[in-house]
């Protein structure tokens, strides 16, 4: 099964920018869907950004639509979630996840805080 493993989270002031990544451990990396969630305080989980396994398809949520990035290396096993712009309702902790079929994988989550 894979695991995953994210680095890149952090404190930036508003309009800031951080990249978060994600490594993954398994051979068949490039037979999953990867995407990114977010959790505010008191808040459900919220998907941020998906990405199809060859990299070919993207999608957002509204709210981050134009400012987010998500993307994959598959020869490194890696994805990335590039954040342009960073607003305080970005505060969150993020998570990784891996689909293949019906199993899912999530990573332990990074916290990104946005404030002056």
């Known amino acids: 099964q894979v695991q995953l493993v994210e680095s890149g989270g952090g404190l930036v002031q508003p309009g800031g920018s951080l990249r978060l990544s994600c490594a993954a451990s398994t051979f068949t990396f490039r037979d999953y869907f990867m995407s990114w969630y977010r959790q505010a305080p008191g808040k459900e989980r919220e998907l941020v950004a998906g990405i199809t396994s060859t990299g070919g398809s993207t999608n957002y949520a509204d709210s981050v639509k134009g400012r987010f990035t998500i993307s994959r290396d598959n020869a490194k096993k890696m994805v990335y979630l590039q954040m342009n712009d960073l607003k305080p309702e970005d505060t969150a902790v993020y998570y990784c996840?891996?689909?293949?079929?019906?199993?899912?994988?999530w990573g332990q989550g990074t916290q990104v805080t946005v404030s002056s």
């Open positions: 996840k891996a689909r293949r079929q019906l199993r899912t994988t």
